[in-house]
């Protein structure tokens, strides 16, 4: 009878420990995969990610145009848009495809990653120089914020185009209008 016991307990906890497994598995890649039903909501979803991203660049930028401009600030703001930027880079790498169609989220992948090139570059250069104190201001920082603006626009500039390319193919692949 003890035997009995013994097999029926080691049952019970290999029953429970296989239930365990199987709902830790099933929550997980329900959490870290999210699929899509409609291509609408897929579509919505990678752009709230974009539209998160741009609101915190818009705080950036109106940091570092106030005329009382703060490097300590900026910074801040600039860090702000740096975690944003990689908890959706994280948050996209969790969007699988649509029905195959991984174009759209890739290119947001792309968008994201030059996104956060910028900020660890060249908004760094130009939170520098623009916090400079305007006596120590010369004609050569002046040449450098612009060059640097330039080169900002260009790399963002490249992967928007591509992103918002790949979005339109993505609604009209899915038989759905952009507004």
């Known amino acids: 009878m003890f035997a ?92 699988s495809d649509f029905d195959g169609d991984d174009k759209f989220q890739k290119s947001g992948m792309e968008l994201f990653k030059s996104i956060l090139d910028v900020l660890n570059n060249e908004y760094a250069v130009l939170i520098k120089l623009y916090s400079k104190p305007l006596e120590e201001f010369t004609s050569e920082d002046d040449v450098t914020i612009n060059e640097t603006w330039i080169e900002l626009d260009e790399k963002i500039i490249k992967t928007e185009d591509v992103f918002l390319s790949e979005q339109e193919k993505f609604a009209e692949n899915h038989g759905f209008i952009l507004y």
């Open 4 to 95: 009995f016991f013994v097999i029926t307990e080691n049952l019970k906890f290999m029953i429970m420990k296989t239930t365990l497994t199987f709902l830790l598995l099933f929550f997980t890649l329900t959490v870290f995969s999210q699929k899509y039903t409609s291509p609408i909501d897929y579509n919505d979803a990678i752009v709230d990610l974009q539209i998160k991203i741009y609101d915190k660049l818009d705080t950036l930028e109106n940091q570092m145009f106030k005329d009382d401009v703060n490097e300590k600030s900026c910074n801040k703001a600039r860090k702000e848009v740096i975690k944003t930027t990689k908890k959706a880079i994280k948050t996209l790498n969790k969007i």
